[in-house]
């Protein structure tokens, strides 16, 4: 029988498959030296920290998986890609896209919300959240603009926001590094990070995932500042994935080519309406400036013919977001490992 040692991200997956396994939460020095496979997952940016671990574990296996959900820190993640990608025990699982040579033992997986659950699925709360939009009424306001913590580019952007003339068309807001400060319409339950975890009519999840129905509500379209903007990949969090399952439109403020590959994904984007050549713009002050001009240019049109014109792009994002199973190229990881 097969040795294999997860963490808690591909046990649960392993389990559903009926694939034997042992587990041992960061007791790696517990974990024999003849294993078939070892799964753990780095849930933070410090690759370069994450490289001793590998070290420590790949003597110990025939084969080492790993899944990097969160690649925040975009030179430690290039420079972790670079180091496993000729050793063909190893095989990583990860959150972006590559705008260089993906190798061999590269898979994307957009797990969109952070764990692997996609709550506009498998959530009542989330399909209630749904239930409550609504597209047939005049709204007030253009754009919703929700910032989360400080980071250069949202910065770059609030600075676009003070000095515009189109401030009475946005809802807006920036809390930093005070979630108080931020303007949501659900219970934060004393939380100080919209990333926490919490319970929603019995059911988990995350602050940061629940759609904001009052805004989106008396709001047409959307600002989205990503996490990520490193040029080298695109690192897909539920900010965009709130926007894709509510059928929003939405300028982006994220890394070079963001827009080229969410539509690899299989969703359209706004071509009929907005000007996307931002998206190739390799410059990011360039790049987020063209985006801001087609903030202001929205602004100037009639939103109602706007959302007439991309209702259809608008219902395919929504339904491709909602049918597809994004969980489906790790539990093929997984499978084929079985196999071997």
Known sequence: MPINYFDTVFSKIAYDQGIPYAFHRHRYDKIPNDCDSIGITFWNGEFNEHM???????PKTKKLLIFAPEPVVPNEFVKFITAVESDSRVTVIGN?????????????FPNWFINLENYYVSTQWGKKLLDQLVFDRPKSKKFDCLLGSARPHRIFFDNCYQSSNCQDDVIFTFFKNNIADGIWNFDLNGSVCTADETMIAGEKGRISSIIPVDIYNDSYYSI??????????????????????????????????????????????FGAVIDESYDDIEDETERFTRAWHEVERLCRLDPVLTMQQLQSVLEHNQQHFLQTDWIQPLKEVIQSMELN
């Open 52 to 58: 001793k671990l590998i070290n420590t574990l790949l």
């Open 96 to 108: 972006a896209i590559l705008n260089f040579k993906t190798p061999l033992n590269y898979i994307t």
């Open 224 to 269: 989205v500042a990503e996490t990520t903007v490193s040029n080298n990949y695109s690192h897909f969090t539920e900010k965009t994935a709130k926007t894709l399952v509510a059928k929003r439109p939405f300028v982006i403020f994220a890394g070079q080519y963001f827009l080229r590959n969410l539509r690899s994904l299989g969703f359209q984007t």
